[in-house]
């Protein structure tokens, strides 16, 4: 059966699912917010920028804390053409779940983590957010039951992932957004701060096994979590870029980024409610590891104007001028990024839909408590099928009119 | 599907058209007597269930039995067979076997009606369903020579209520399974 057919068929599957969840799309108005959350107002424009803050800032959502919180936009404003300098990925509006989850507030997790219990702040900046959707997913069945069964989804995920600067570095905490829905009635809406691997260490783009302490995370209690943070350090440019054994230079193979997430939603009894598994990647970062440089970071568009990289791969048709690592004309601005979906599980027969959690996606209860965040799941058990999604946006970038670094 | 096994399917549905024969044949047989035969066709293969792919997937089937004359035209026996299909990169397979019955209701036509009772398994690496098959279908005799007879039929499979498993547990319940087939055969009576 062809890719095309089978999604013809499940997408049948997933409109039925979708129609008949236990959620109504309720978008409430942005005025009637109580406050402003930490993430509000956080951006200002930057010398490259011509939208004001003012601008910026009429692009909100409210929480269901009653807090005003910044959300997607464009990265110019249709109303006035003015241009932000950043994007944050693809426009949810088009998911066929923006109808269920309307528009996503960032930082809620951030907003609600010292609340829960934890003993310290995280708070993340504007840039970094990146929406990413995909309706329609044809899934895979692992150990042979693609042959058998079809399943396809609806998938809109929010993940914080800054390249441009040396956060990411050390922090592992970063605020994921998840929403999916399927036509096998898995789905659920996950808000946490995620920790990805270990605290205060980085792993090397280029070689796995390579663990490289890259000083003391913030917050100093950050736990350490599953999947990683595979991040390019200087031997990977000095290895791809600078000194390839073939002569001849491969960014995209030496500053790949790969965040590879592992979130559990788990009862107060640590019984795992749903889990799933993304890899977040990206292909142009701004930055790369560099202990020898100063605050850590390396700016790849630096490396163009080394003898022998100058003009090749992605630095060819640059200015001879040297470019900052800022500017709009540089190739390296975080907007080339793709998402392997993998696995999605959850294990809530017993239900009930919605559970409350910390920040961190644990201590899960049945009612609200300080601190907690509002946790969407069906009531359904997938645990004896390992359901896998694609890769998503692997043919779209995001670069846009004034996208530049930091983005 | 790998386009071989599509041309395998196709052509040997090609060969069972019911047109291409027209000839009667007798039943042949005398009770006690015995008879075995092979048979090769294509076959159209679906799990029915909520999760399961509705799409009939299409591949070859090939089938044996043999028996024993119940009556001059009855004849009852055993058959086990199976059918393949190359879902990109896994292969689906379905196992059969059990009674079967084929009665001539005009003495002296090549017309038969065909009956079933057994087992159907269904496997794809670690995906498997087994269930009990009810088989119904006709067939058309041509005379050969001496007691050897060909011909073409249609079957249908059919197997249902149960579940679809694998290593963790069960995958989907209530789960249906059908085999069309059309195809070729000989026997000898």
């Not at chain 1, 490289?212 to 979590?225: Q, Y």
């Not at chain 1, 000095?238 to 390839?244: A, K, T």
């Not at chain 1, 645990?383 to 670094?405: E, F, M, S, W």
């Not at chain 2, 071989?4 to 006690?32: K, Y």
């Amino acid at each position: 059966m062809t890719l095309r057919a089978k999604k013809a068929l499940v997408a049948v599957g997933i409109l039925v699912a979708t129609s008949c969840g236990v959620e109504d799309p309720v978008f409430p108005d942005v005025s009637l917010a109580t406050g402003d959350a930490v993430a509000f107002g956080v951006w200002s424009p930057g010398p490259n920028d011509t939208c004001s803050a003012e601008i910026h800032d009429q692009y909100a959502a409210l929480g269901p804390d009653g807090l005003r919180y910044p959300t997607w936009h464009p990265p110019s404003d249709p109303a006035t053409g003015c241009t932000f300098g950043h994007e944050h990925g693809r426009d949810p509006s088009g998911s066929d779940l923006y109808g269920l989850v309307g528009p996503i507030p960032f930082g809620y997790a951030n907003q609600h983590l010292e609340a829960g219990g934890f003993g310290a702040p995280r708070n993340e900046d504007h840039v970094g957010h990146k929406v990413e959707w995909e309706n329609d997913m044809l899934m895979s069945v692992g150990d042979g039951g693609s042959a058998a069964i079809a399943i396809a989804c609806d998938l809109l995920v929010k993940m914080h992932q800054g390249t441009h600067s040396p956060d990411a570095f050390a922090n592992n905490m970063h605020e994921v957004a998840y929403h999916v829905r399927c036509s096998d009635d898995t789905g659920f809406s996950i808000t946490v701060l995620s920790p990805i691997g270990t605290a205060g260490e980085l792993v090397a783009g280029c070689d796995r096994d390579r663990h490289i302490p890259a000083g003391t995370p913030n917050p100093p209690i950050s736990p350490d979590g599953g999947g990683k943070r595979a991040i390019p350090d200087a031997a990977c440019v000095q290895e791809r870029i600078l000194s390839p054994s073939d002569g001849r230079p491969r960014f995209d193979s030496a500053l790949r980024e790969s965040w590879e997430i592992s979130v559990s939603l788990r009862t107060a009894e640590n019984r795992s409610l749903a889990s799933f598994n993304p890899y977040f990647q990206v292909m142009d970062p701004s930055r790369f590891y560099d202990a020898g440089a100063a605050g850590t970071v390396g700016r790849p568009v630096d490396l163009c104007y080394v003898a022998g990289v100058q003009g090749e791969d992605r630095c060819e048709g640059l200015p001879s001028d040297t470019l900052s690592w800022d500017d709009p004309r540089s190739p390296f601005k975080g907007v080339r990024r793709f998402v392997d979906v993998n696995s999605n599980r959850i294990r809530n027969s017993e239900g009930p839909s919605v559970w409350y959690t910390d920040s961190l996606g644990k201590n899960g209860r049945t009612e609200p408590f300080p601190g907690s965040i509002r946790q969407w799941l069906s009531v359904h058990d997938n645990q004896t099928y390992d359901l896998h999604g694609p890769v998503i946006g692997r043919d779209r970038d995001y670069d846009g009119p004034g996208v530049h670094a930091p983005n | 599907m790998k386009p071989i096994h599509a041309h395998i399917a196709l052509i040997l549905a090609l060969l069972s058209v019911p047109g291409v024969s027209s000839a009667q044949a007798p039943a042949g047989g005398s009770s006690g007597g015995l008879w075995w035969e092979v048979s090769a066709a294509a076959g159209g293969m679906r799990l029915s269930c909520l999760l399961c792919d509705p799409t009939r997937e299409l591949g070859p089937t090939a089938s044996a039995a043999f028996g024993t004359y119940a009556g001059p035209s009855v004849r009852i026996g055993l058959e086990a067979g199976g059918w393949a299909n190359d879902d990109e990169d896994v292969r689906e397979k379905v196992y059969r076997a059990g009674l079967v019955g084929q009665l001539h209701p005009r003495p002296g036509s090549g017309l038969h009606l065909i009956g079933g009772l057994g087992w159907s398994g269904y496997r794809a690496e670690l995906f498997s369903y087994d269930a009990l098959r009810l088989t119904l279908g006709a067939g058309w005799d041509l005379p050969l020579i001496g007691n050897w007879v060909a011909g073409n039929r249609v079957l249908l499979d059919a197997s249902s209520f149960a579940s679809l498993k694998n290593d963790a547990g069960t995958v989907a319940t209530s789960v249906g399974l059908s085999v069309l087939t059309f195809g070729v055969y000989v026997r000898k009576q």
